[in-house]
């Protein structure tokens, strides 16, 4: 990863601290890897990936209930909008080093169309799934900034369990992830025994998917 991508995606987050948004949202995707490494979350873990997206996952879409026009924000710090003419779903690049994205959790029977943050003035897509990076999340201190993050345990759990949903590079790399992330966690039976908990706390379809991946990819944490 090039030193001025860590600086982009540390500005996003200044930004994203100034205008009081920061403790709503849970940096998810493989930006999260980075922020593993950074804060030590799992000693020796080193993150390989690579990639300009940010998804950022709002973790109520009523919240926060105040005004705060983050198009306006992003423009205003050089951020490019760009709407999806059709949908209407919004992401915003930066120097073609970074590309913020919205996520939510996908509610009830779901809709196509994005979701409107009303007070936030952005559009997001609903996703299936999203609770268990968002209900089973930790806070890092780091570069003066308090980041939410999936837990490392639900972050695997969650790449296996929509890694059908992908698209075949990103299946590829998302187990990679995985991979990466199980070798090491492997080194702390505690953590191990975490990773089962919430495994055992999932529904059992889900568990079901999880499991199908697992044997696809041979992949074990027993």
Known sequence: MESSQKQTFWQTI???????VLEYIVVVGSWAEYLYQEAGVIPGFRSSFRTQDFDVLLRNIRLPNRAVDLAAEFKRNGYLMMQDPQTGLMKFDKGGELE????????????????????????????????????????????GFVIRVPRPQAYILHKLLINKQRSVAKQEKDIGAV?????????????????????????KKAQAKIRDSCEKNAIHWE
């Open 14 to 20: 200044a930004l994203f601290h100034d205008v009081g």
């Open 100 to 143: 913020v994205e919205f996520l939510v959790r996908e509610m009830g029977k779901g809709q196509l169309e994005p979701y409107k943050h009303e007070y936030l003035g952005v559009t997001a897509q609903g996703l299936r799934h999203m609770d268990i990076l968002s209900d089973h999340s930790m806070i890092l201190q780091l570069h």
């Open 179 to 203: 991979r990466d992330l199980l070798a090491v966690l492997r080194e702390f039976p505690a953590e191990l025994s975490v990773l089962q908990q919430l495994f055992e706390g999932l529904p």
